[in-house]
C-alpha cells in the first residue's frame, strides 16, 4: 500500500505531498476538535481516534513519497530523518532533478 521501492519524478512528489497535507490538516482537526471544550465531550474518543489514525496515514503516506523521492535523485532512504527533523528539505526534493536513466533504485519514469 505505500511501497518504498523504487521512484518518484518531481510532478509526482509535489501532488502526493499535497495530498498527504490534506490528510495532516484534517487529522489536525479532529485531535483539536477533541480537545475543544465547548460541549463536545461526548464526541472527544471518537475525534482522537479518528484524527490519530488520520495523522498516522499522513505519515505513512508522506514517508513512502519521501523515500521513493529520495531513490530518484539517488540517496538511500535513511535521508528521510533529515527531512522529517529538517521540513524545508521538502522544498529542495520539489526542485531538485532526478537522475535520468537508470540508477541503483530502478528506472526513471
Not at 58 to 80: E, K, M, P, Q
Amino acid at each position: 500500500m505505500f511501497p518504498l521501492q523504487g521512484r518518484l519524478n518531481r510532478k509526482e512528489f509535489i501532488i502526493r505531498m499535497l495530498i498527504a497535507f490534506v490528510i495532516y490538516s484534517v487529522g489536525s482537526l479532529f485531535v483539536a476538535l477533541a480537545h475543544y471544550r465547548g460541549g463536545l465531550e461526548l464526541l472527544l474518543v471518537p475525534f482522537m481516534f479518528i484524527g490519530s489514525g488520520l495523522l498516522l496515514l499522513f505519515l505513512l503516506y508522506s514517508c513512502s513519497a519521501i523515500v521513493r523521492r529520495l531513490h530518484d535523485i539517488d540517496f538511500c532512504g535513511w535521508w528521510t530523518i533529515l527531512v522529517y527533523a529538517l521540513p524545508f528539505c521538502i522544498l529542495i526534493l520539489c526542485f531538485l532533478p532526478g537522475t535520468p536513466g537508470s540508477n541503483r533504485y530502478g528506472r526513471a519514469k
